[in-house]
């Protein structure tokens, strides 16, 4: 949810995510994927925060996670973590090849969305 919202993922819908088999043959869920700057028409989250789809910040995400029964310190942990990998987009855009045209124009719209911790 962190990522999403602070790295502008808008395709941010329920399956994005899915299950697999270990070596011990138990279902384990699988490594994180589909998590990537996304625009959507109308630009909204596929999934909104407390009913806030357009521009969900740090307020959401930090009742969000109250409410799922995260301790603040476990919310300023996430958003910590997750801040500071987005702030390493221009590192990852480099690595990957991206254009500086593109990464710039991310990177733009990737700044409205960090959020300090409560």
């Given amino acids: 949810m962190v990522f999403n919202v602070m790295a502008n993922n808008r395709d941010d819908h329920v399956k994005n995510f899915a299950f697999m088999i270990d070596a011990n043959q138990e279902w384990v869920l699988t490594p994180a ?13 596929s999934m909104d925060l407390l009913g806030e789809g357009f521009s969900p910040g ?6 969000l996670g109250k409410k799922s029964g995260l301790s ?3 919310v300023n942990n ?5 801040m ?4 390493k987009w221009p590192e990852y855009a480099q690595i990957a ?4 045209k ?3 124009y991310i990177q733009k719209r990737m700044n409205r969305n960090l959020f300090p911790c409560s």
């Avoid at 994927?33 to 989250?45: C, I, K, R, T």
């Avoid at 740090?58 to 009742?63: D, F, N, P």
């Avoid at 090849?97 to 500086?100: R, Y």
Wanted: aromatic share 6%.
């Fill in 84 to 87: 500071t990998a987005v702030e």
């Fill in 33 to 45: 994927y589909d998590l990537m700057y996304a625009e959507v028409p109308g630009g909204e989250h």
């Fill in 58 to 63: 740090g307020q959401e995400v930090i009742q």
């Fill in 97 to 100: 090849g991206v254009t500086k």
């Fill in 78 to 82: 996430s958003i910590e973590l997750v």
């Fill in 72 to 74: 603040t310190n476990e």
């Fill in 102 to 104: 593109t990464m710039n």
